[in-house]
């Protein structure tokens, strides 16, 4: 199976998780899945969402690679690879070494109303999960929740709530 023509092809959902399903147990082609998701290709989102879907199934395959999708998330990754990417690294143990970048480019991505919900959500949640670690960034992720709640969509509210409760 040629991974990269499949995910740069005409890829359905469907075919996206049987695809999944298929490498979920072997790391090479879950790691070939990074080399894809950094093309520059239009469809090299796919990746990304590949790799949500094999950790679904088998989490510690892809944990060895958080790291390398942190090196990934900067600005300049399309919203695709950052819905998924943050949403990985978020369920998972934070690594020794967080860039303090990836934690700025997280608020930037939170306050910017701009950015897909789901982009800005899955921010909200890595922001959370690294305020384990760095206890000082609690009282900024609280006013930036409650800045936006009030107009922020059913899923802003319902995780922004639930990560308030939390922090409080």
């Known amino acids: 199976m040629n991974l990269k ?7 359905h959902k469907e ?3 049987l695809i999944a399903h298929t490498i979920k147990d072997n790391p090479k082609q879950i790691r070939e899945l990074i080399d894809i998701a950094r093309l520059n290709h239009k ?8 790799l949500d879907n094999v950790n679904d199934l088998s989490p510690q395959f892809v944990r060895p690679l958080v790291p390398a999708i942190i090196e990934l ?15 990985i690294i978020a369920l998972h143990p934070l690594p020794k070494d967080i860039p303090g970048d990836l934690i700025n480019y997280c608020f930037d991505w939170l ?3 701009t950015v897909p919900i ?14 384990s670690r760095y206890p000082e960034l609690k009282q900024e992720l609280q006013l930036t929740i409650e800045t936006h709640l009030e107009h922020g969509s059913a899923g802003f509210k319902s995780r922004g709530g639930k990560i308030l409760k939390a922090l409080i």
């Open 5 to 11: 023509e499949i995910v740069l092809g005409s890829l």
């Open 15 to 17: 075919e996206g998780a």
């Open 43 to 50: 469809k090299a989102w796919r990746a990304a969402w590949l």
């Open 73 to 87: 998330l900067t600005p300049t990754l399309p919203d695709g690879h950052k819905r998924h990417f943050l949403k």
């Open 111 to 113: 306050n910017d109303l």
């Open 118 to 131: 789901a982009v800005r959500v899955n921010a909200m949640q890595f922001i959370f999960h690294a305020t």
